[in-house]
């Protein structure tokens, strides 16, 4: 008999849709390396998917209907990007400036002097200005000087840049520190921050978010076993898990996820129309799949919504040896973990962008899972990505033991 897939055919639809979306782009095992599986495998859930279509004559992922959805969130988009480029404007917004402070024309006396040396001399110029000449001098002395370094910041601020655009313009000046001491360069936080301000390069921030957790009054008590304490020392010590919304439409597609709270890792998630307890059991059962099914004595942290007081939910926590925890009602920071996981998914996902079809969703947030496993850098974890952080948990765990 076969063994079972660890991968749900959820997992398995949403990796496929994810390669073809980066058809062109990106390798087979560049999109299998942030899924954190072999490339032959994805390569051959490509040509099942590709064969079971043909077959069946059924429509291939990224038809007609999902291109126009994406043209129409990509020019919702671009209409509100700024203020005064919208349909019809043909002046300034209201209340913007023409010219910003720090625009104006600012005297340059040594240039000036430069300039004007050779008709009038150095010596009369500077004493109509009120300069010294030794400061001329020197200022003319350290010009190479200045165009190197002018040279080395213009270079920098395009690296800058490739970095913000390459995260989706997510990434503030801490991550974006981290990004380039990553790649070997030896530069100051405050001189990362000082040059994104001067060019106008920001992250992206939070909105206000609503509460989904919809408590049942006759569930069984569960205990706090975390109170607060999102620490852990080892893997597989303690998740947590959450639900969140995101619209689609005039309608709403549910996550629910499962974090180990020692790397900050994304175990296991599922996505699906509907709040009712099988979100939160596939999302669960994912996690225990990834970590090879042998998860005997974790800790699971949730709120108290009734999914996660469900008699379902509680059977399969049971079958696995899963001890359940749950913080009180209505305290997000009895959770804060899963909620710090969601506001960096509505920040960095749906800021400005409305999803027209559950597809066309399914694929943005699937991919940022993905990503925020294998390469999202985590302030949490030295500015590791959770991924890494584990292969470094890892071997530091074999080391102390040969040792």
Same mark, same amino acid.
């Given at each position: ?23 062109? /782009? ?52 671009? +209409? ?15 209340? !913007? ?29 500077? /004493?109509?200005?009120?300069v010294?000449r ?17 040279e080395?910041e213009a ?13 989706? #313009? ?10 380039? /001491? ?17 060019? @106008?390069? +920001?992250?992206?921030h ?10 049942d ?44 709270? @020692? !790397? ?12 009712r ?46 001890? /359940? ?5 209505? !305290? ?15 920040r ?11 597809s066309?969703?399914?694929? #943005? ?24 952080? #584990? ?13």
């Amino acid at each position: 008999m076969a063994r079972p897939s660890k991968y749900s055919p959820e997992f398995r639809a949403d990796a496929v849709a994810l390669w073809r979306a980066s058809v062109g /782009r990106r390798t087979f095992k560049s999109v299998a390396d942030d899924l954190n599986i072999n490339h032959e495998t994805l390569r051959t859930w490509v040509r099942e998917a590709e064969g079971a279509a043909s077959a069946g004559g059924g429509p291939q992922v990224g038809g007609a209907e999902d291109e126009l959805a994406r043209l129409r969130a990509e020019n919702a988009r671009l +209409v509100k990007a700024e203020k005064g480029v919208a349909v019809g404007a043909g002046d300034p917004a209201p209340g !913007s400036r023409l010219f910003c402070q720090g625009d104006e024309v600012t005297p340059r006396r040594w240039d000036f002097i430069s300039a004007g040396a050779g008709a009038f001399g150095v010596q009369r110029l500077c /004493r109509v200005l009120g300069v010294s000449r030794s400061g001329y001098y020197r200022w003319q002395a350290g010009a190479a000087a200045r165009a190197a370094r002018q040279e080395d910041e213009a270079a920098l601020v395009e690296e800058i840049r490739e970095i913000h655009a390459e995260h989706k #313009e997510t990434y503030g000046a801490l991550r974006v520190h981290a990004e380039l /001491r990553g790649f070997g360069h030896t530069v100051n936080r405050k001189r990362v921050a000082r040059l994104m301000r001067k060019h @106008r390069i +920001v992250g992206r921030h939070l909105r206000r978010r609503k509460l989904t957790t919809i408590p049942d009054p006759v569930a069984p008590p569960v205990p706090d076993l975390v109170q607060r304490d999102f620490t852990a020392s080892d893997l597989d010590e303690r998740w947590c898990g959450d639900i969140t919304y995101i619209q689609v439409g005039t309608t709403w597609l549910y996550l629910a996820c499962v974090v180990d709270i @020692r !790397s900050r890792r994304v175990l296991g998630w599922s996505m699906a129309p509907h709040m009712r307890a099988e979100l939160v059991i596939d999302a669960l059962r994912a996690a225990v799949a990834a970590r090879g099914r042998n998860v005997a004595g974790v800790i699971f942290h949730s709120d108290r919504g009734s999914q996660y007081t469900s008699a379902a939910f509680a059977q399969v926590c049971d079958s696995h040896g899963i001890r /359940r925890s749950m913080g009180r009602v209505g !305290s997000s920071y009895d959770n804060a973990l899963a909620e710090s996981l969601w506001q960096g998914l509505k920040r960095e996902v749906m800021h400005r962008k409305l999803f027209l079809t559950m597809s066309q969703a399914r694929l #943005e947030i699937f991919q940022w899972l993905t990503y925020y496993n294998a390469r999202r850098r985590h302030s949490a974890l030295g500015y590791l990505s959770p991924m890494e952080f #584990e292969q470094q948990h890892r071997e530091a765990a074999k080391l102390s033991l040969a040792a």
